[in-house]
């Protein structure tokens, strides 16, 4: 079931759920999304205008969260503050992670990056790759399983101003070397790092695709 409100879109939310759309064109019924800073619901809205259906909000305000309720946009309702403690979230819930400019306006700090990624699914194309025997072998009853078993989640997308990253003190010099920080420890791997012309207030934008990896125990 869909479900609708009369939140305005802004191209900065468009610009995010465009690149969810790019990596995971598919199966998006299938795919459990964290809105990380949703605010009052304007990725959500954007989403399941588009087909997503289960998605999670995280927000630190109450009074933001309490609008997104009232607009029933979202399954379950985070109200935490990720800049000061750990999620109460399982590790590898999620499909998808998604933030719009919650690092950037929402100010969410450099150290935050390691919970976005700990409670993303790792991906599982090495897991895929060898059961590539067993599934050809199962080849029929996939033809008949229309959602098929092929939902490769493990995405964490990240949006904001370019300008953040040079004028806010937490993330000058700070934000893309914590992110890479990540990738060499193993916790992700950037699949795309993509400039936006107008993504916000005729702003330039940057968006950020990472790629959960297999923690090894390191998550």
Known sequence: ?????????????????????????????????????????????EMLNRGFQLIDALESSEQRLSVAKKRSL????????????RLPIDDGVYDVVVSA??????????????ELARVT???????????????DDDDDDDDDDDDGDDCHGGVVIISLKEEH????????????????DLQTDGHWELLAREVVPYYSDGKTG?????KRCHPNGTG
Not at 16 to 45: I, S
Not at 126 to 132: E, K, P, R
Not at 171 to 176: M, Q, S
């Open 101 to 114: 400019e919650g690092i950037g306006e929402r100010r969410i700090p450099c150290m935050a990056l390691r």
């Open 165 to 180: 990253l040079h004028t806010i003190t937490e993330y000058i010099d700070r934000l893309e070397p914590a992110m890479m």
């Open 74 to 85: 979202y399954d379950n309702y985070y109200n935490c503050n990720i800049a000061t403690s």
């Open 1 to 45: 079931m869909f479900k609708i409100s009369d939140i305005s879109i802004q191209r900065s939310h468009e610009v995010t759920v465009d690149a969810v759309c790019e990596f995971l064109p598919e199966f998006k019924k299938r795919l459990v999304v964290l809105d990380v800073g949703a605010g009052t619901g304007r990725v959500a809205e």
């Open 206 to 210: 940057l968006v950020f695709v990472f």
């Open 121 to 135: 699914k790792p991906d599982d194309d090495d897991d895929d790759d060898d059961d590539d025997d067993d599934d």
